[in-house]
């Protein structure tokens, strides 16, 4: 997958590399998460991993990233794939796929996470584009959406105001739209106002388990056509949608230190065990491994 690159290139990646931590000297095996600041929709990550891996899981986000060091292998869509340094990664939301250390020596990529409905408001409406392949050399992407980008990952300390957001959201819309398989559909009819009422409803109380009638008179349409509308929308089903939001919630307690068992009652859970399988499949870890990833070194 891509060229045989072996340090990033000249767009502003040496600064992300030089202030990218890695894992624990001395290990064989680590990994450290580091969020920086975002904005309503959107998250930016800094990762590094020795030795461990993400199991199967999948987001309801769009993620787009740059490896930084390291080689990143991961499989998607039935092939394995590798991410070089100066390479991007683009994972279309509710795409499963795990990930991990290509050498011994691990590897530390920066990514954003991108709520699909931002998506939608630079789409104007349109079908969410699908990006098959997903490692982009910074070349294919072009040298100056790629510098852009970067730039918006250099640093990631602060949060992004509401220009810089829409600067981002702007940019992976552009990057998606390019790098988008000629099999997206481009004429399919979105009655998007709908939609966006219906995932209102989910947004105002994902633990409660609305009946689907709600959502019909909400949407002034059929359950079969808020199914399909709401995934070509935004990625990915009702269901998931709330179950995601639900995720949300437990992380936020779970970084406030709240133990794991209130955390699945306060998330709308039916138990600890509930919540556990929901959130590996949904970050490949268990709960207790991604808290301890997070923690200051």
């Known amino acids: 997958m891509g060229a045989n690159v072996n340090r990033p290139g000249g767009d502003g990646l040496e600064a992300l590399c030089h202030h990218l931590p890695s894992p624990p000297a001395g290990t064989s095996a680590g990994r450290r ?112 959406l790629a510098g852009h980008l970067t730039e918006m990952l250099t640093d990631i300390e602060g949060p992004l105001d509401e220009l810089e957001a829409a600067e981002v959201t702007s940019a992976i819309t552009e990057l998606l739209a390019r790098q988008a398989s000629s099999r997206t559909s481009r004429s399919a009819t979105l009655d998007l106002a709908a939609m966006r009422r219906v995932r209102a409803v989910l947004l105002d109380d994902p633990t409660t388990r609305h009946p689907i009638e709600t959502l019909e008179r909400v949407a002034d349409l059929d359950r079969w056509t808020i199914a399909r509308q709401f995934r070509a929308a935004f990625g990915t089903s009702p269901t998931r949608f709330r179950t995601m939001r639900q995720v949300d919630r437990a992380r936020e307690l779970m970084l406030a230190g709240h133990r794991l068992s209130d955390v699945a009652v306060l998330a709308g859970f039916a138990d600890q065990s509930h919540l556990t399988r929901m959130f590996k499949r949904t970050y490949g870890l268990t709960p207790a491994a991604w808290t301890a990833a997070t923690r200051p070194a």
């Open 33 to 144: 998460f580091r969020f920086g600041g975002g904005a309503p929709g959107i998250e930016r990550l800094e990762a590094s991993l020795r030795g461990d891996a993400f199991s199967t899981h999948r987001h309801d986000t769009y993620a787009v990233g740059v490896t930084l060091r390291g080689v990143q292998t991961f499989r998607y869509r039935g092939q394995q794939r590798h991410c070089l340094p100066g390479e991007w990664h683009v994972l279309h939301p509710d795409e499963p796929h795990d990930g991990a250390p290509g050498t011994e020596d691990g590897f530390g990529y920066r990514i954003f996470y991108l709520d699909p409905a931002l998506v939608q408001e630079a789409l104007g409406g349109r079908t969410l584009p699908f990006v098959a392949d997903p490692v982009v050399r910074a070349t294919d992407l072009g040298l100056a």
